[in-house]
Each structure stands twice: as C-alpha cells, then as structure tokens.
C-alpha cells in the first residue's frame, strides 16, 4: 500500500534503504542534514549526506572520565547513544554576533544581525536531547524576552528522533523521567527493527516530508515491537537501583541512576556540606562538564572592533560557571573557591532550575559524567549528600 | 510546540540605542552623574522606568555595564546614571565629554516598592554608591510626600569628600526628610557621625510595624542594616535590599547574576528580604 499524505501521529513502516530518500527528501525541501559521524574516535554531529555516513554497526562505552567505540554484530544504526556533541550548538552556537554597531559621524548604528538561519535537519536525536531541547526553549524563548538567534535557528529545525535500543552505563533518562522512549517534540521519529525503522509522525511538517518517501502504514504488531523496544530498554534501567550491590562487586561501570525525592530541598537545606569541599579537591574546574552538558546556557560578552573602532560587534561566547570570571565584581569575585562553583553548578542543574523553569536543568544523558577528565559523577555526589552511598 | 515559539515578544532584545550625553556632572572623586537623551525620539517617548531600575550603558568597544538609574522617574527628558570608575568600560565613559554618543539598554529589573510601602514610615539605608539606585525613589516620594509617613534616609561613605548628592539634601530635608550622615574616616572639620550605617539605627525610635527599610549598599552593610532592622521589629517582610552581580545581558539569558534560585537581573536587583533570607548569609554563593 502505498498512500501519500500521513496523518500526525501516525506510525509508518519503511525499509532500511528507505531512509537515504528521507535525507534527499529534506534537502529537496532545502534542508542541510546533521547526524551522529565519528571523528576522532567519537560520535559528534556533522554533516550527514549518506545514510551509509553514519556509524551503522558501532557502540559506545561510557564510563566517568571513559568513552570508547566499538563495532558489534548486533548493532543497528542508531546503538551508540549521546556522544559529547548536542542539538545546543546548533540553536545556541559557542560564538554568535548579537550586536553590530557602525559609527558613521559621530552616530552609532545598531543592530542585531538577522542571519536567516539555514533550515536544519538534524538525525538521531535521543529522548534525553529533546527534553534538553524542551529545556533550553524555556530559557531563551520562555522568559519576559526572547532570543532573536536562538528562535530564528529554532523555527528552521527539523528533528528527526531515535528511540534507544540500549543505554550506557552513564544514561539515566530513566531516573530524570525524560526517556528512554521519545514521546514529543520532534518531527520524525524512528525505531530501528530487524529489517525496517518504524516511523513515527510529530509534525506537520513531517508528515509533508515523508510524502516523499515511500512507506506503508504499520501494523499493530509493528507498532507494538517498537514500542516494546523503548519498554524493555525502560524496565532495564529501573532495576538498576536494586542492583546497586552487585553491581558495586562487579568489574563493570556503574551503572548511573539518581534518587531524585526531594532533591530541590535535600540540595538546597545542604549547602553547607562538607561533601562540596570534598568533591572540589577533585575537580579541575575545567567546565567540561557544562559545555558538553545539553542545558547549560551560561555565556560572556566580549567586543570585537576593527581598527578604526568604528566597526564594533559584540559577541556572546559559552562560559561557565566554573571560571572566576564568572562571577567577577570590582567589589570581589562572588564564587572565590571550586567548592563554591560546583555547588553552583549542582544545585543549579537539579533544584535551583526548578525554581526558574519549571523543570530539572538535568536530563540525565551523562555528558558530563563521561566527559570529567577526573570522573565526577553527579549521581554520586547527590547520593553522597543524600547519605546513602552506593 | 513551535506555534508557542512563533509569538512575537520583544524581538529586539540586543539591540541598544543610541543616545547623547547632555550633562556630565562630578559628584565626588571618581564619580560622575551622566545625563543621556536617547537619540531616536519614538524610543525616547516610549522609554519609562520606576526606582531602582537599572539600564545596561554600552560603549562600543568598550562593553556594557549594568548602571541604576538616578534621576527622578517622573521626568521623561533626560535619564541620569550616577557612575563610580571602576574597570573598563566605566573609564571609557568617564573620557566622554558632553555631546558623545554611548548607547542604552533597558530598563531592566525589579523596583522599589515605593507604592506597596505608601502610608509607612520608611528608612532608606545606603552607603557609598548606593544611594544612587535609591534616589529615584527619594524624589517619588518627595513629590508624593504626603503618601508617606516618617522618611529616614541613612547615609554613609568613606570620607565626607565621598558623600553623593550633598547639595541636595537641604531640599530633602525642607521636605521632612530626615537625612542621618555617616562616614568611616572623618576629617577635622567634620561634624557629624562616624562609624558605619547600621550604627545610624541606635538612634532612631522606630514604629517598626509602620516601618519599611530599603537598602542599597556593600552587601556587608546590608546584612547589618537588616540585623538592626529585625532587632527593632521591623517586620522580615517590609525589607528590601538591592543587589548586585556580575551581568552580561539584563534579561535571564547569561547566567552570570544567579544567587540560589534568582536571576539578579531579572528577579531582582530589588528583593524582598524573606525572597533572600535563605541565601544571605552564605559566603561564596
Ligand atoms: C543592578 C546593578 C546596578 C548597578 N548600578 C550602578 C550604579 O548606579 N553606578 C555604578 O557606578 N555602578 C553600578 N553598578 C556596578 C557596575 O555595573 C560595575 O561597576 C561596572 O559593570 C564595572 O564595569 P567596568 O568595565 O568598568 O569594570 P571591570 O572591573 O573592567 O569589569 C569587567 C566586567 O565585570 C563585571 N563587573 C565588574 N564589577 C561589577 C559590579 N560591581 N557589578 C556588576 N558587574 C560587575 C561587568 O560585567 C564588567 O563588564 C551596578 C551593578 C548592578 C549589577
Ligand atoms: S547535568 Fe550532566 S547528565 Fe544532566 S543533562 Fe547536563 S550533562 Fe546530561
Ligand atoms: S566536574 Fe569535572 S568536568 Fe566539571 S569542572 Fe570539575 S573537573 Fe571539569
């Protein structure tokens, strides 16, 4: 059966080599597509022109301060999970121009730069990164003001998701509720199965893009091993809590989970901590773990000016809250000691962002437990101030 | 979800305006008081603020900095920023002369709650620079003085030389303000108290359940104010205190301002004390 036009919502069979005309469907409707490449021995986003581009057969191995890639006979597309790139760096790029001033007889000009972002198309979004895409939507679209960039990137994505098959032993969607299965906020959505990817429709838009594409409408059986895929991966992750002891005897990474009860005030009432100290004789401050991490939106502003002075922009880069910089005043820096920056850091991502969002700053991809050169892992260090080690 | 993200808002957030410096008037050493007309009259009309808003001044160049406004919120001809040289970008201003162009964004931030406090005795407690952010709302109640009760003002600086505004506190005091002065260091000529702010309090005889305090200073200070002003029964509630942090954008987005769940930009500079008691007292937070 073939029938054009998919309704939202619906779930479509497509065969494997199908997905080459799904690319080549968006760049008809002039999309550049992004999806998961390796360079240098890690899953990043980059230009995805070919389906056979992507690391088809590859895992990842992740553990605090430790990643690794490896090929397996099992693995499908998509069975390597977040890598240290994410959707941030294409809606909030590490330098952008917010401001372009022309002084012409004595009169600054001023104005934001309007790029006219090109539409992006970006493959093998998890569960975890929409969430963080959801997150960071708050922040620059959510407020009393938006960011002009951030939403005009924003309206040119396209997102085609990808359900997880397996996580890492860092993962723990599970815990923040923000996965593994991909429930909204995305265009398309694929489950890899045995000889085909189900797909799901989000949009309108993408119910417009597979017009171009050849597919047939799912059983209920297809739709039923699709979602078994995600329910399974789920179950998984849920007894990690109750393995916690055996798996402290076994040679394998940890596998992260968070006990997330009453964390706003269990963060909040503990300030004081000794824990705070303890953990910053570790840490490097070396912000790794906020640039990698999918939420965190911190940035400076510096100028830039040619040498006539009459052509200034101002640029916002990523910062972090881990520099002294950061909380630099002539009357005294605020946050003079590491403790006092990465108790900034994870009260933000875990109560204090409640308060301003709504929602968790946390999504539980642990980008930042693989990504600490030293290995600091956030689920410990809330355990450790929770009191029951594990 | 992406019709949610299509609504206009203010589109423009970045883009600051030019405006003329009319006046530049030395207060003290190393402080000056710029008045600045915005260049383009729809922006002009259109530009109000309340007390203890601040806009962020950009020198292309240079960079922005956040500054209170100073001048009184009823007059909409000129906008007056009262300004200590610190680092870079207030330098690059204090070498404009009047007739340059710098240019505004703003205003931003949370207010005096001069309407929430009508029908209250209110003391004003600042030190150095602070009284800056506080005097658009000394002149809305001068010019509303009957809404109010007893008005304190409790001043202190380093020197007498340091002292903001001296000329008009005569005016103030016509208007029954009662204008307290303090300073660290005297010099021989000098009169008046000497020791630190909070100390101006033992002198009062408060109605601490008619009473509001609002305060601008060195963080320092104001825990103290705020401790004196509990031991008087001033009530947690009616007390303010403006505060200050590193800020890159005015509008929630750099992270730079956040104490405990605050954006200081944008929930703040103004804050209730009770919004603040938890954070406060908590060193490198
Ligand atoms: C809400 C608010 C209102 C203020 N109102 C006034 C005012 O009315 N008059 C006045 O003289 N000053 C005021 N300040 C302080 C003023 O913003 C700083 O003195 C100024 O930014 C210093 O910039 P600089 O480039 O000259 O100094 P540098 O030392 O070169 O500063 C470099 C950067 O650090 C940050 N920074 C340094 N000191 C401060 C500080 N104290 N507060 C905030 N950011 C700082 C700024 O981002 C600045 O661009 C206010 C600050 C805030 C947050
Ligand atoms: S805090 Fe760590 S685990 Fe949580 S979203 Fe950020 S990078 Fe991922
Ligand atoms: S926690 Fe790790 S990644 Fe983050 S600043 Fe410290 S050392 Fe760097």
Redesign the interface.
């Known amino acids: 059966m073939f029938v054009n036009k998919a309704p939202i919502k619906s779930y479509l069979s497509v065969g494997k080599s199908q997905l080459q005309s799904l690319i080549d469907g968006l760049h008809k409707l002039g999309y550049q597509t992004i999806g998961p490449r390796i360079v240098d021995g890690a899953i990043v986003y980059g230009e995805l022109n070919a389906i056979s581009d992507l690391p088809v057969g590859y895992v990842d191995w992740q553990d605090g301060g430790k990643y690794r890639l490896e090929p397996s006979d099992e693995a499908g597309h998509f069975d390597y999970v977040v890598g240290p790139d994410s959707l941030k760096k294409f809606l909030f790029p590490a330098r952008e121009t917010l401001l372009q001033s022309i002084r012409v007889d004595g009169t600054w000009n001023m104005a934001t730069p309007d790029p006219a972002p090109h539409p992006l198309a970006v493959f093998g979004v998890r569960s975890c990164d929409l969430h963080a895409l959801a997150i960071q939507d708050k922040v620059f679209l959510g407020g009393p003001y938006v960011d002009p960039g951030y939403q005009s990137r924003r309206n040119a994505l396209f997102v085609v998701a990808v359900n997880c098959r397996r996580a890492a032993a860092t993962c723990f969607c599970h815990s923040m509720k923000t996965g593994p299965a991909v429930e909204g906020g995305f265009d398309l959505a694929l489950t890899e199965l045995a000889d085909r990817f189900v797909v799901q429709v989000g949009s309108t838009r993408g119910a417009e893009v597979m017009t171009n594409i050849e597919w047939t409408a799912c059983t209920l059986q297809d739709i039923d091993d699709a979602r078994s895929i995600s329910k399974t991966l789920r179950d998984q992750m849920r007894t990690r809590a109750h393995n916690a002891e055996t798996q402290r005897e076994s040679e394998l990474p940890r596998e992260r989970h968070l006990d997330t009860t009453d964390i706003h005030d269990l963060l909040l009432d503990n300030l004081e901590h000794p824990r705070w100290s303890q953990v910053a004789n570790r840490c490097l401050a070396c912000a790794n773990c906020t640039i990698v991490c999918p939420t965190c939106f911190c940035s400076s502003v510096s100028e830039v000016s040619d040498l006539s002075g009459d052509n200034v922009r101002r640029e916002r880069a990523w910062d972090s809250c881990f520099t002294a910089e950061h909380s630099y005043m002539n009357t005294g820096t605020v946050r003079k000691t590491t403790a006092s920056r990465y108790r900034q850091w994870l009260t933000h991502k875990l109560a204090t962002w409640t308060d301003q969002f709504g929602t968790s700053g946390c999504v539980g991809c642990g980008r930042c437990i693989t990504w600490c050169p030293v290995g600091i892992d956030l689920t410990e260090e809330v355990a450790a101030i929770r009191g029951d080690e594990s | ?2 019709m ?3 609504q206009p ?10 405006a003329r410096i009319v006046d530049i008037r030395p207060e003290v050493p190393g402080v000056a008081t710029y008045d600045l007309v915005l ?1 383009d009259p729809q922006v002009a009309s259109a530009y109000r603020f309340r007390p203890g808003q601040f806009n962020m001044l950009y020198l ?5 900095s956040a500054i209170s406004i100073s001048s009184d919120p009823a007059r909409h001809d000129v906008l007056s920023h009262t300004v200590r040289v ?2 870079n970008v207030t330098q690059a201003l204090a070498k404009q002369k009047v007739g ?2 710098i ?1 505004v964004r703003g205003p931003f931030g949370s207010d005096w709650p001069v309407n929430a406090c009508r029908g209250h005795d209110i003391v004003l407690a600042c030190g150095g620079i602070g009284l800056a952010p506080l005097r658009p709302a000394i002149y809305h109640i001068l010019n509303h003085r009957e809404d109010y009760g007893r008005v304190i003002v409790l001043y202190g600086a380093r020197t007498p030389g340091d002292l903001l505004y001296t000329a008009e506190f005569s005016a103030w005091r016509e208007k029954k303000l009662e204008v307290e002065v303090s300073v660290d260091v005297g010099t021989p000529d000098w009169k008046g108290h000497i020791g630190v702010v909070p100390v101006l309090f033992y002198r009062l005889r408060l109605q601490p359940e008619r009473t509001s305090v609002m305060s601008c200073g ?1 963080e320092i200070m104001m825990r103290f104010v705020v401790f004196e002003a509990l031991a008087r029964k001033v009530r947690p509630e009616n007390i303010y205190v403006s505060l ?3 800020m ?2 005015g ?6 301002c ?1 104490m ?2 605050y ?1 200081v930009c ?1 929930d703040g500079p103004v804050f209730n004390f009770r919004q603040v008691e ?2 406060f007292h ?4």
Do not use: I, V
């Not at chain 2, 808002?9 to 030019?18: F, G």
């Open positions: 979800m992406t949610l993200l299509d808002k203010n589109c423009q957030p970045w883009t600051a305006h030019s260049d292309p160049g240079f960079g922005e610190a680092g340059d162009r240019a060195p200050e942090r590193n890159s954008c509008m929630g987005f750099c992270g730079h956040q405990g769940p954006f944008k938890p954070y908590l060193e490198d937070l």
